[in-house]
T-cell receptor, first 115, second 112 residues
């Protein structure tokens, strides 16, 4: 009963390096999201996938790309990491993007430092 | 856009006290509101979800209320315990949008 699994949990990158954050869910949810959390700014949406085969930009998409590989997996890619991308990244899922009855489930996060 | 505000930013109370955390949002056209708990260095744990048609939800010592017309929600914690120490986040949807909008949280410390 894993729920939402994020890998890796911690990562240190040098400026200009690339990496992919992985998210997998076993909840059979249709919608998946990537948020970043920065001190004093709350959680902000980077990208989301309302359903398999679709992706859309959120509030802070610059410098990121995403892939909805299948219904279970949603990855976030940093092509050329910058110190401003130092943050904690959370993947979340929901049964449907616009639902009265269902809430969101979050993974445990990836702590990324770009030096 | 949906703006979410949580007051106070930090709260310290002695063990056993009842307390209220506040959340306000600017757009009352919502699907639902969710309260989360976040422990230091950890992910978000969902506490309560209130649908837009509901007034309150209860889980154990927690009670969350929703006044959609005024754009307000409160999280009531009864008989607080040191284990309740964490940051509490309020998150709201917005009709027509596909994501949650978060407040910056209230950091709660319960002193033994």
């Amino acid at each position: 009963n894993a729920g939402v699994t994020q890998t890796p949990k911690f990562q240190v990158l040098k400026t200009g390096q690339s990496m992919t954050l992985q998210c997998a869910q076993d909840m059979n949810h249709n919608s998946m999201y990537w948020y970043r959390q920065d001190p004093g700014m709350g959680l902000r949406l980077i990208y989301y996938s309302a359903s398999e085969g679709t992706t859309d930009k959120g509030e802070v998409p610059n410098g990121y790309n995403v892939s909805r590989l299948n219904k279970r997996e949603f990855s976030l890619r940093l092509e050329s990491a910058a110190p401003s991308q130092t943050s904690v990244y959370f993947c979340a899922t929901s049964l449907h993007a616009r639902s009265y009855n269902y809430g969101y489930t979050f993974g445990s996060g990836t702590r990324l430092t770009v030096v | 856009k949906q703006e979410v505000t949580q007051i106070p930013a930090a709260l310290s109370v002695p063990e056993g006290e009842n307390l209220v955390l506040n959340c306000s949002f600017t757009d009352s056209a919502i699907y639902n509101l969710q309260w989360f708990r976040q422990d230091p260095g950890k992910g978000l744990t969902s506490l309560l979800l209130i649908q837009s048609s509901q007034r309150e939800q209860t889980s154990g010592r927690l009670n969350a209320s929703l006044d959609k017309s005024s754009g307000r929600s409160t999280l009531y914690i009864a008989a607080s315990q040191p284990g309740d120490s964490a940051t509490y986040l309020c998150a709201v949807t917005k009709t027509g949008a596909n994501n949650l909008f978060f407040g910056t949280g209230t950091r709660l410390t319960v002193i033994p």
